[in-house]
């Protein structure tokens, strides 16, 4: 898209915002409520606060990245490229109001059904709705009630106009930023000045739908000329927080322009423990106004450890505020940018992460991607990236966007955020501001294609812009699991075998021993297809895996009455031959019966039967799809009269062998498929 040079906006006159803001006493500063003014957003600032990926940073004394643009060419053409793992990314899903797929989605802009009380603000997906021909705009919530990724419940928050970004608190406190037009208290606009705002909206009786607010004014208290971004955290002794920053707009054609800002200011407001405004001895700036050590701000998100990322759109990085002290609050800006891009298309525009600490961020552009960031080392920075998501549709607009992502790692963004103001004639594409999901199963920032979770009321005259989700106030963040071959307990599961889930709080403390108890409400899935549960524990769950799946990596996901508790990719093997084991550990004496002349007698067994050599029948899974098998038994070659599924029970395999003349004792018995794939050696049967 093209850049179109910032409006000129009556705005404080350059001198005088710099004495302004050296006056401010901003180590010291509180926050404190702004009575008396009537600031709403400023949407056309917002919409005219546009700029190339590719300008090279001009602000005079300010922060220089890490990579020079000549040292950053593009990126790799997007055709799909698999990453390590072999996985392309994810698409979109197109957002169309006459397509028949979308029934749903339109069904709940035109007659939404109401949010349920009680439901988890953790389930309520946030988007701020603007006016983009008035000061009207309104906070919508969005609950998707059967997983398909389509919103079903909506309902709205409060009709104030509207915000920049938002957050929610653990509290449930709503915060909204954006920036404001403070007219001075006096009808010319020769004296106007943007401002910061913060307001923390509160819904009491818990009905989804506002009741009393406070606005703070931070240009006034913190010298933020403009809010564009915010996130709220709880610090490790309880303390909920947010972070508010300001974006360092600057037009890189004109440095005179008076819509250019200082660079930006980052600022951390802790809430008073006894409830309304914020504690002054504990707000206090992560970053000073004009100090030159951003250059923007455009979005940020706190990270498990209690990191802040912010995204520096113009510098090509991603910058971190780490918490030094440990209790969860950032604290010190590094100069070491969290990552530094490698591409100059790479650019990133907003940012949010996981609770595993993956980041995701993507730039602008009608064919922009959705990067995945990891730190592989435990170092608290980035180390590599991954292409997650190709062909977006991003306006060009620094402030206007939104990303969150949900505890079960699904992935929400906003394409198209200002609708058909993104017109042609100035390199954009108009469109439908909308937001689509990427689910993401395995929490692993490898996302599946996406769905058109919700549209915008009206293209033509609205924007979306901030996206924001609940805290989970009850279940703990979803778990890490591993899957393995139910009968060997090594090695990987295989498809159409039995397989066994490790981890911990796997059931949220029920157990079942049969496929009726998990019909209560324990399920599995690998990758997107349900897997019979056979029995569980909280830290054992056996199933069935699916036949119809690939073999390669796919998704483990472990719910329990519809929420995740556990996740992870596992490898999916064609063949991986096990052998059930009495102390069913993969190890000792096999489970066994001697099917010669039916009997089915259990071990020891004898070495003929009925003047014949026996043959033992040994029990046990992953072998199936690799026939024919050979079987050694007490070191010798024994011949197989049968190999394949066992009748009666999915996913467990047979196969019966011949004892070999001359075997006594305890005889090691292994399994070898057509593959060449071979049972553990440390298992044994008795001969007498």
């Known amino acids: 898209m093209t850049r179109q040079r910032a409006r000129r906006l009556p705005l404080f006159p350059a001198l005088a915002l710099a004495l302004c803001l ?104 946030h988007v701020s709705q603007l006016s983009l021909t008035s000061d009207a705009g309104t906070h919508e919530q969005f609950v998707d009630d059967n997983g398909d990724l389509v919103a079903d419940r909506r309902r709205t928050f409060d009709s104030a106009g509207g915000s920049y970004d938002l957050a929610v608190g653990r509290s449930g406190a709503r915060y909204e930023v954006f920036t404001a037009t403070d007219d001075r208290g006096t009808s010319s606009t020769s004296d106007d000045v943007a401002t910061g705002v913060l307001v923390v909206a509160l819904d009491t009786n818990f009905d989804f739908v506002r009741d009393s607010a406070q606005t703070f004014d931070l240009g006034r208290d913190f010298g933020l000329p403009s809010a564009v971004s915010v996130v709220a955290g709880t610090s490790r002794f309880g303390r909920e927080f947010v972070v508010v920053s300001s974006s360092g707009y600057f037009n890189q054609d004109d440095p005179g322009d008076p819509a250019n800002e200082p660079s930006p200011g980052v600022v951390l407001l802790a809430r008073n423990a006894a409830g309304g405004g914020f504690d002054p001895a504990l707000t206090r700036p992560l970053v000073g106004v004009g100090d030159d050590r951003l250059f923007n701000a455009n979005a940020l998100t706190l990270l498990p450890s209690g990191d802040l990322v912010i ?10 505020v780490r918490d030094t002290d440990g209790d969860l609050m950032p604290d010190t800006l590094l100069n070491t940018p969290y990552y530094s891009f490698p591409a100059a298309s790479d650019a990133p525009l907003d940012v949010a992460s996981n609770s595993r600490g993956v980041v995701f961020t993507h730039g602008v552009g009608d064919d922009a991607y959705l990067l995945a960031v990891y730190d592989t080392n435990g170092d608290r920075l980035g180390d590599a990236d991954e292409v997650r998501v190709e062909g977006l549709s991003i306006d060009n607009n ?51 294609d996406g769905s058109a979770f919700v549209l915008a009321d009206d293209e033509f005259t609205q924007a979306y812009s901030g996206l924001a989700l609940g805290v989970e106030t009850v279940l703990p963040p979803v778990g890490r699991l591993t899957m393995t071959n139910s009968a060997s307990r090594a090695g990987d599961a295989t498809r159409g075998g039995l397989a066994t889930i490790l981890g911990a709080g796997l059931t949220r403390g029920r157990s079942g021993a049969t496929r009726a108890d998990a019909a209560q409400g324990v399920r599995v899935s690998v990758e997107g297809l349900p897997a019979e549960v056979l029995s ?41 031959p096990g052998l059930f084991t009495v102390p069913q550990t993969g190890e000792g004496e096999a489970i066994a019966l001697l099917a010669s002349g039916g009997l089915y007698t259990a071990a020891p067994f004898p070495a003929r039967a009925n003047n014949q050599p026996s043959v033992v029948a040994l029990l046990g899974t992953g072998w199936r799809n690799a026939l024919p098998v050979t079987a050694r038994v007490g070191g010798r070659a024994a011949a197989v009269q049968y190999a394949g599924p066992s009748g009666g029970f999915n996913g467990l395999d047979q196969v019966n062998v011949v004892i070999p003349d001359g075997v006594r004792g305890p005889a090691a018995v292994t399994v070898t498929t057509a593959d060449g794939r071979t049972s553990r050696a440390n298992v044994f049967i008795t001969i007498q």
Not at 63 to 85: F, I, M, N, V
Not at 311 to 320: G, H, K, T
């Open 536 to 576: 569980f524990n909280d830290t054992q769950v056996h199933i069935f895996v699916p036949q119809q799946l690939g073999a390669g990596v796919g998704s483990v996901v472990v719910t329990v009455s519809g929420d995740v508790t556990a996740a992870e990719d596992a490898d999916i093997a064609t063949a991986n």
């Open 311 to 320: 995204a520096d759109f113009a510098s090509n990085e991603l910058r971190v």
């Open 398 to 448: 620094l402030v206007l966007h939104g990303l969150t992502v949900g505890r079960d790692g699904t992935v929400y963004l906003i394409q198209d955020s200002t609708g058909e103001s993104d017109r042609p004639a100035e390199g954009g594409n108009g469109g439908i501001p909308h937001v689509q999901a990427f689910p993401d199963p395995a929490l692993n920032g490898i996302l599946r």
């Open 22 to 125: 050296a006056s401010t006493p901003f180590a010291e500063a509180g926050a404190q409520q702004a009575a008396g003014k009537n600031l709403r957003p400023d949407t056309r600032r917002a919409l005219h606060s546009r700029q190339r990926a590719a300008d090279v940073p001009a602000r005079k004394g300010a922060y220089l990245p890490q990579r020079s643009r000549a040292e950053t060419p593009p990126r790799r053409a997007r055709s799909a490229q698999p990453d390590a793992q072999g996985r392309r990314p994810a698409r979109p899903a197109p957002a169309s109001r006459n397509s028949e797929e979308r029934a749903g989605v339109e069904a709940v802009r035109e007659a939404p059904a109401a949010l349920i009380v009680g439901t988890p603000l953790s389930r309520v997906l």
